[in-house]
């Protein structure tokens, strides 16, 4: 039987007046990746190149199925990855408060959103353990900008004199200024920084009651992107907390696809192989585009795999309209794998402490040009490693910048004396790589200052150049001095450290020289004291000539997740010794865990004691708690080590005998309980090599 034309006419005429009566965030990822990869071969070529990288990286920390890093679960409660973040906020003249240009404090809270989204703890959204999947990355604004100021990690610039800018906003897919035109007017380096960028419109909709339809609410590039366009691009109508814009764009941004990607229209991804198909992750089911734009029930079934949705129907990377949102811990793990073996820049990047006291001496001279300016032969270094220090970036292409100055935020520390492994990966063709470190400051690059010289061989020409380093007695020590890596066409053999270079490509970074007798940091003394809602944690500290920086550290009452909740630089103390008070400003008098931990510049880390703030009684923590005390012969302690610490009891008479003993777990209350006689006990704990004892009065019955 027909339908009558007429009524189906009518159901399209509904669905179109439905859809445009509502306005539809969108993401322009899949437009601008596909349109870069065309304009620049270079980037395709990158990006395939990540796609075995982020394999390879899987394989090698996947040996069970499970992940780890140096025999740690990374996504375990003691790994964070931090990421250093600049807000860049393109306004058009506005004031700070207006549409186009958000205050501080909503941005801040669009971090906090964006934090709680991977870390499965906005309370809106699956948790942690309740179905959410905790994602160990920590966005945090940067403190120093690229030229060594202090910064808020949110930079404002008036974007009005862009042409087309001030009308539509950034080109996504129909109408607007160029992205690269818009973040040339602030860009902060890409290895160094993730940079977001808030803007007026995309396609000339900005997103704010009175938008129809379906908008671009936000893009962002995958990892290998130029360095002039990589970044999240998102509308100021979405850059505040609750909005899920944010945190699918850094989806992107570590190598995530949307779950529908290969999928058009009602036409499903092909997903026969999920590791090399589809979105590339195996726990996200391939989704059609028929979901857009609503919520399907769970027990729904998705068409692209004949099963119910279940929890794939709230994945970030979809756009269902469900109001809960989620990423799979298949999810998480290749966004792991994308800021270990492609953004490591960021983990090394020091962005998130204040500038520091002494820069590196400026060079008395650097590379002013490039022979072949437009060539896209992919010279330089794409990858940099020397004790803490791991830096991939692209080569000269498709950056097209000749030299760069990283020595700000990208350094490391060698002891004198000592040797070290310096290695520089290049790409596509044979390279001649040399390396300079300034050792004696002066800032220029002397014949003995040559580090590295090699050649690629003749295959293969994908190539990682490695040699020992030993810097030398004489070296000028305790400062940041420069280090020069230039990497040239391989016939290029007579290039100097400030060459203009045939085709590749000039980095500088900062290495401190550390005097060979340093020791670790030793800390002692750890006391917790609670007044007046405030709590403080004092400590004392020998050979701290070594420390980069303090945390004070904060865990939950499990002694699970321990988050920095203060950084401070270590005080000049006289022959490394110092003592410290530093409170947590955001306690709250719940019982907590906290500790202290010591990074070196070396990128040792050393902890203090855990200490507990137990029931929040003054000057409670530090000290086991007996109570009641006095007691008939039954009472309970409190021992103040994290749940799960294996507690050793003894109870000794006025006469030094044992009337008890026994050992427990500390998350249980730990009773004692006898027929004791009357009179004065001594009880011991003992745990690991912490040690308390506490007078017990016992009454008789
Ligand atoms: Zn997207």
Same mark, same amino acid.
């Given at each position: 039987m027909r339908k009558p034309l007429h009524s189906l006419l009518l159901v399209y005429v509904l669905i179109c007046l439905s859809s445009i009566t509502k306005a539809q965030p969108v993401c322009g990822f899949d437009k601008v990746h596909r349109q870069l990869e065309l304009q620049h071969p270079a980037y395709k070529n990158r990006v395939e190149q990540n796609e075995v990288k982020l394999r390879n990286w899987l394989d090698e920390h996947k040996p069970s199925g499970n992940l780890q890093v140096d025999g740690r679960?990374?996504?375990?409660? *003691?790994t964070i990855y931090e990421i250093p973040v600049v807000i860049h906020v393109i306004h058009t003249?506005?004031?700070?408060?207006?549409n186009y240009n958000p205050a501080d404090a909503q941005l801040t809270g669009m971090i906090d959103y964006l934090n709680q989204s991977f870390q499965a703890t906005w309370a809106s959204y699956p948790l942690a353990g309740a179905g959410g999947t905790r994602v160990p990355f920590r966005f945090i604004l940067a403190q120093r900008a690229p030229d060594c100021t202090p910064t808020t990690g949110i930079v404002r610039v008036d974007?009005?004199?862009?042409?087309?800018y001030v009308a539509?906003?950034?080109?996504?897919? !129909?109408? &607007?200024?160029d992205d690269s035109l818009v973040k040339a007017i602030t860009l902060w380096p890409a290895n160094q920084y993730y940079n977001v960028y808030v803007v007026n419109k995309i396609d000339g909709k900005?997103?704010?009651?009175g938008t129809v339809g379906p908008f671009v609410a936000g893009f962002a590039y995958f990892p290998g992107a130029p360095m002039y366009i990589d970044g999240t691009i998102m509308l100021a109508s979405q850059?505040?907390?609750?909005?899920s814009t944010l945190p699918h764009e850094m989806g992107h941004a570590f190598n995530l696809f949307h779950?529908? /990607? &290969?999928?058009t229209g009602a036409t499903c991804p092909p997903n026969a192989n999920c590791n090399t198909q &589809?979105?590339?992750?195996?726990?996200t089911d391939p989704t059609n585009? /028929?979901?857009?734009?609503t919520c399907p029930l769970?027990?729904?079934?998705?068409p692209c795999t004949g099963t119910p949705w279940s929890d794939q129907r709230?994945?970030?990377?979809?756009?269902?309209?469900?109001a809960q949102k989620k990423f799979t811990p298949g999810q998480r793990d290749r966004m792991i794998a994308s800021v270990n073996a492609l953004r490591n820049g960021l983990m090394t990047s020091?962005?998130?402490?204040?500038?520091?006291?002494t820069t590196v001496t400026a060079a008395l001279c650097q590379p002013?040009?490039?022979?072949?300016?437009?060539?896209?032969?992919?010279?330089?270094?794409?990858r940099l490693q020397l004790n803490t220090l791991d830096d991939s970036t692209n080569s000269y292409?498709?950056?097209?910048?000749?030299y760069v100055d990283n020595t700000c935020n990208m350094g490391t520390n060698m002891i004198m004396t000592q040797n070290y492994t310096i290695s520089v990966s290049t790409n596509t063709n044979r390279q001649i790589v040399k390396v300079y470190i300034d050792y004696n400051d002066n800032g220029s690059f002397e014949? &003995?200052?040559?580090v590295m010289n090699s050649t690629t061989p003749a295959?293969?020409?994908d190539y990682t150049h490695t040699t020992s380093i030993t810097p030398p007695v004489g070296a000028v020590l305790n400062k940041p001095l420069r280090m020069r890596v230039v990497a040239d066409f391989?016939?290029?053999?007579?290039?100097?450290?400030c060459s203009n270079l045939q085709y590749g490509q000039t980095k500088d970074y900062a290495v401190t020289i550390l005097p060979a007798s340093a020791l670790p940091v030793k800390i002692y003394d750890e006391s917790i004291k609670v007044r007046n809602n405030k709590l403080q944690f004092s400590f004392k500290v020998g *050979? /701290? /000539?070594?420390?980069k920086t303090y945390a004070l550290q904060r865990a939950n009452k499990k002694g699970n997740d321990f988050i920095t909740v203060k950084e401070f630089a270590p005080s000049?103390?006289?022959?490394g010794n110092a003592a410290y008070a530093v409170e947590?400003?955001?306690?709250?008098? !719940?019982s907590s865990w906290y500790r202290i931990l010591a990074t070196e510049l070396d990128g040792a880390k050393f902890y203090s004691r855990i200490l507990g703030?137990?029931? !929040?009684?003054?000057?409670?923590?530090?000290y086991i708690k007996v109570s009641?005390?006095?007691?008939?012969g039954s009472f309970t302690v409190a021992v103040p080590?994290?749940?799960?610490t294996n507690v050793q009891l003894v109870l000794t008479d006025a006469f030094g005998k044992t009337v008890w003993n026994g050992s427990r777990i500390?998350?249980?209350?730990i009773t004692i309980s006898g027929s004791f006689p009357a009179g004065l006990y001594f009880l011991r704990a003992t745990a690991g090599q912490l040690k308390w004892s506490s007078k017990v009065v016992i009454t008789g019955n």
């Open positions: 679960v990374p996504n375990g409660p *003691e003249g506005g004031a700070v408060g207006t974007g009005s004199s862009i042409p087309g539509n906003g950034v080109f996504s897919q !129909s109408a &607007g200024a900005d997103g704010y009651p850059a505040k907390s609750g909005q779950t529908f /990607q &290969g999928a &589809g979105d590339r992750v195996c726990d585009e /028929q979901a857009f734009f769970s027990t729904d079934n998705n709230l994945n970030f990377m979809h756009y269902t309209s469900c020091a962005a998130l402490t204040p500038p520091p006291a002013l040009s490039i022979v072949h300016l437009n060539n896209n032969n992919d010279m330089g270094a794409t292409t498709p950056d097209w910048v000749f014949a &003995g200052e040559l295959s293969p020409v391989f016939t290029n053999s007579s290039i100097g450290p *050979e /701290q /000539q070594m420390v000049s103390g006289i022959n947590d400003d955001q306690y709250n008098n !719940s703030t137990g029931n !929040s009684e003054d000057d409670a923590a530090g009641p005390n006095p007691s008939r080590v994290p749940p799960g500390s998350d249980r209350p």
